[in-house]
C-alpha cells in the first residue's frame, strides 16, 4: 500500500505504529504532528516520520490514514476538530485509546460526513515513554482490538488491518461496548486496586516507619502499575465510568466475601478462596502479551561484595543483551542478595539467563 499517513502524537505508540507502517510499506510516506516540538524532531532524526507539521490541519487534509495517538480526552477534542475540516474522500481515522464507548460516540460527527472511524486499541506498551521508546517489535503477537460501527463496511475495516499488518499483531472486531468491558476487567480495575494498596501502605507507613523499607520488595513489583501517568488514568476511569462502577461494586462484595471468611475463621472457605484463583492464574497464557504490559524479569542469586553488579552487567554486554533496568532485594543480610534485571521481551530475558549461566554459577529463577 502507499499513501500519506499522518500520526497525531508521537509517543510510544505512535511512533511504533509508524516504523510498523513504514517498514511493511516503505512507498508510504508518515507525516508526524505533536505538541511537543522535542518529539516532532527527535522523531525525524530516528526516522519514525519522513515530515511534520505544523498543525494538526495540515497533517490532516492530505491523509489518507490520520491515526490518533492521544490522551483519550484530547482524541476527543482532535476529532471534533477532524469532523470540520475538509478530509480527502476514502481516508481512514482511528485511534488508540483504552476506552472506546465515548470515543465511538463522539467520532458519531465524522461518520455522519461520510468518513470511515474505526476505534482501535493496540493491547501493548512498555515501561519506557516517548518517541525514543518506539520501536516496530512492539505489537508483535499482541491482540490488537478494532472497534468499528456496525455499519462499516468489511473492506474498510481489512483496509485498515493491511495498513497496521506489520504491526504482527492479533486483530479481533469487537463492539465498543464489550470492549470497554473486557479492559475494565483486566486493565484499568488492576490498575485501581494497585494505587489503592499504594494509598493504604502510605497511610500505614505514617505510623510505621518500616513499611516503606520492607515494601521496596515484591510490594513494589505487584504494584508497578500504579507508576502508570496519573493525567491519563484519571481520564481513562472517567471515560469507562459506568463499567467501572460496577466492577468496583462486585469487587467491594468480593472483599466482603473474605472478609466474613475471616471473621468466622473459616479456614475451608478461605483455602478454597486461594486455591480457585491460584488455578485460575496458573492457566493463564503465559507466552501472550495482553492489556498490561508483561514485565521480563530475571532473578539472579548473587554474593554481597563490590563489583558484582558490573560483573553481571558485562557479561550480558559481551553478548549485547540490553537491559531495561536493575535493581538489587538484599532479601538475606549479609550473605546473598538478589539482582533483579528487567529486559524488553522474554527472548532477551531467556538469553540473558543462558548467559549468566555460561559465565558463572550464580543460580537464577523466573518466576511465573
Known amino acids: 500500500m502507499n499513501g500519506r499517513v499522518f500520526v497525531i502524537g508521537l509517543g510510544l505508540i505512535g511512533g511504533s505504529l509508524a516504523l510498523c507502517i513504514k517498514e511493511r510499506h516503505p512507498q508510504s510516506y508518515i507525516v508526524g504532528y505533536d505538541v511537543s516540538e522535542h518529539n516532532v524532531k527527535l522523531g525525524k532524526m530516528l526516522g519514525v516520520i519522513n515530515e511534520d507539521v ?8 492530505h491523509a489518507d490514514l490520520i491515526i490518533l495517538s492521544t490522551p483519550v480526552k484530547e482524541t476527543e477534542r482532535i476529532i471534533k476538530l477532524l469532523s470540520e475540516l475538509p ?12 476506552t472506546k464507548g465515548q470515543i465511538v460516540q463522539k467520532a458519531q460527527v465524522l461518520i455522519n460526513k461520510g468518513v470511515t472511524f474505526i476505534g482501535g486499541h493496540p493491547m501493548a506498551g512498555s515501561h519506557k515513554s516517548g518517541v525514543s521508546a518506539a520501536k516496530q517489535l512492539l505489537f ?3 491482540f490488537y482490538l478494532l472497534t468499528p460501527e456496525p455499519n462499516t463496511k468489511e473492506e474498510e475495516i481489512q483496509c485498515l488491518i493491511n495498513w497496521l499488518e506489520g504491526t504482527n499483531a492479533k486483530f479481533l472486531v469487537i463492539s465498543p461496548k464489550e470492549h470497554d468491558l473486557l479492559t475494565g476487567v483486566i486493565s484499568h480495575m488492576p490498575h485501581i486496586v494497585a494505587t489503592s494498596l499504594v494509598h493504604q501502605a502510605d497511610q500505614t507507613s505514617k505510623t510505621n516507619e518500616l513499611v516503606t523499607r520492607l515494601a521496596a520488595g515484591g510490594f513494589r513489583d505487584i504494584t508497578r502499575i500504579a507508576s502508570s501517568s496519573p493525567a491519563m488514568w484519571r481520564d481513562i476511569l472517567l471515560h469507562n465510568k459506568e463499567v467501572l462502577l460496577k466492577l468496583l461494586n462486585d469487587w467491594q462484595k468480593e ?6 471468611f475471616i471473621k468466622k475463621e473459616n479456614a475451608s472457605e478461605l483455602f478454597n478462596y486461594f486455591q480457585h484463583a491460584k488455578n485460575v492464574r496458573d492457566e493463564l497464557p503465559q507466552n501472550q502479551k495482553g492489556a498490561i504490559p508483561a514485565f521480563y524479569d530475571l532473578y539472579v542469586d548473587v554474593p554481597d561484595y563490590p563489583g558484582v553488579i558490573s560483573e553481571i552487567t558485562g557479561y550480558l554486554a559481551k553478548e549485547t543483551i540490553s537491559i531495561t533496568n536493575i535493581r538489587i532485594i538484599e532479601t538475606r543480610e549479609e550473605i546473598n542478595g538478589i539482582l533483579v534485571i528487567s529486559f524488553q521481551t522474554d527472548e532477551d530475558r531467556l538469553r540473558a539467563q543462558e548467559c549468566i549461566a555460561r559465565y558463572s554459577n550464580y543460580g537464577t529463577t523466573i518466576e511465573k
Open 255 to 260: 472483599m466482603d466475601k473474605v472478609i466474613s
Open 140 to 142: 508483535e503477537n499482541a
Open 87 to 98: 478530509l480527502k474522500k476514502g481516508v481512514i481515522i482511528t485511534d488508540v485509546g483504552s
Open 54 to 61: 505544523d498543525s494538526i490541519e495540515a497533517g490532516a487534509v
